[in-house]
């Protein structure tokens, strides 16, 4: 406790001290630019007076000479050599920058002859990287407790929710059939209709949260159900072709299917399309998935779409984070007036599609 306050008083104290030195609004770049025309302006004024003391020449226009050419001459060389040296932190700016700006791929160059600056850029590019990892498990531990918990809720729902729903149907058609009351059996037919339309809802909603299609029968049954689904199709044209697809990692299905539902979703939401695409192919030696959502909607401006800060758009910046926790690439194409198009590529892990080599392998010589 009493360290702590010493630490906090030193701080304190070192805070005020640096506050009492007047600040000067100068780079590193102009400090030194500055020191060394002092140096030599200093020197060639001592030097001609050292000189006129000692030799006895009196010559105003020497020292006047001396401290021009030496500032000149300085000067220039200066400049030169420290923009020369003081690149790699101008490209450090312009990295840090980019980095503000969202771009988690930019890297400071470490390729300086400086060590100092050669260390400092390579201790940044540690750092950002550190971050970046902690940042992307963070992203994929979220995800996973987002997904864990959509499965509760959605057992939950199916098991108790919509079973009580499910029994107070038959309850009530028991109940029907034992009236005679031609006005209480048009009642109870209508309760029993309002049943059905809140298990319906129930269903869907179940399945919006984690279809268990998905954890049973696999990518391609669910992105079949769901499209069929969510998507109107005497209001649009549907184009879906999903190859037969073996059973991936849990997670890979997981992530592929989310990023496949608010896709859809926002077209369905906002395109106002006729024609929709989804094409799901797997690449004929397995190592690779290709996806495909396409529509022909009013499109947007994916770069005015704000994610993180706003709170608004948490679709897009939800695809692109379950993408990265796959290591997947993924593209969106669209401009205003122009539709929208979704890429997706996958990598399927080395050891899915070792197995499965390996099995056909098997099966041919056998
Ligand atoms: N296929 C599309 N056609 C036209 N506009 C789209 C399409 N997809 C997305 N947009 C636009 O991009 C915006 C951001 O989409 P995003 O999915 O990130 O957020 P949202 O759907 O508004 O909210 P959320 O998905 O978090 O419920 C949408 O509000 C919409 O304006
Ligand atoms: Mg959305």
């Known amino acids: ?26 780079s590193i770049f102009e400090k030194v630019l500055i020191g060394n025309v002092a140096v ?28 021009f050419g030496g500032v000149l001459l300085s000067a220039a060389v200066n400049y030169t050599l420290l923009r020369i040296a003081f690149r790699p932190l101008y490209q450090l700016r312009d990295t840090i920058s980019k980095i503000t700006q969202g771009d988690r ?93 809140t ?46 697809l073996p059973r991936y990692d849990s997670s890979l299905e997981t992530a592929v299917f989310r990023i496949i539902q608010e ?23 397995g190592k690779q998935l290709q996806v495909l959502i396409s529509d022909d909607g009013v499109g947007f401006d994916p770069s005015s779409v704000r994610t993180e800060a706003s709170g608004r758009g948490l679709g897009l910046y939800g695809m692109r984070e379950r993408a990265e926790t796959i290591g997947a690439h993924l593209e969106i194409q669209s401009s205003p007036g122009n539709g929208t198009k979704i890429l997706l590529v996958v990598p399927i892990p080395q050891e899915q599609w070792e197995e499965r080599s390996d099995a056909d392998a098997r099966l041919v010589s056998g």
Not at 40 to 59: C, K, M, N, S, Y
Not at 209 to 222: E, K, Q
């Open 105 to 197: 791929q930019a890297r400071a160059i470490e390729s300086s002859d400086d060590p100092l600056i050669h260390d400092l850029s390579a201790s940044f590019n540690q750092m950002v990287d550190a971050l970046e990892t902690s940042r992307r498990e963070a992203s994929r531990m979220i995800i996973e407790t987002q997904e864990q918990e959509r499965k509760r809720v959605a057992r939950e729902l199916h098991d108790e929710t919509t079973q009580d729903l499910a029994s107070l149907a038959i309850r009530t058609e028991l109940l029907r059939s034992k009236l005679h009351d031609p006005l209480l059996v048009q009642a109870v037919a209508e309760l029993q209709e309002e049943i059905e339309r």
């Open 199 to 244: 298990l319906t809802e129930m269903r869907r909603i179940t399945y919006d949260l984690r279809p268990s299609m998905l954890d049973d029968l696999g990518l391609a049954a669910a992105i079949h159900w769901y499209v069929q689904h969510r998507v109107d199709s005497e209001q649009v044209q549907v184009d879906l072709q999903v190859d037969e």
């Open 40 to 67: 030599v302006l200093f020197g060639a004024v001592v030097g001609t007076l050292v000189t006129r003391e000692f030799f006895r020449i009196q010559e105003a226009a020497l020292a006047f000479g001396f401290s």
């Open 263 to 285: 896709a859809v979703s926002n077209a369905v939401k906002y395109a106002q399309m006729h024609h929709l695409e989804i094409h799901v192919h797997e690449q004929p030696s």
């Open 1 to 26: 406790m009493s360290q702590r306050s010493g630490e906090r008083m030193r701080t304190t104290r070192g805070n005020s001290k640096e506050e009492r030195l007047p600040r000067l609004p100068v």
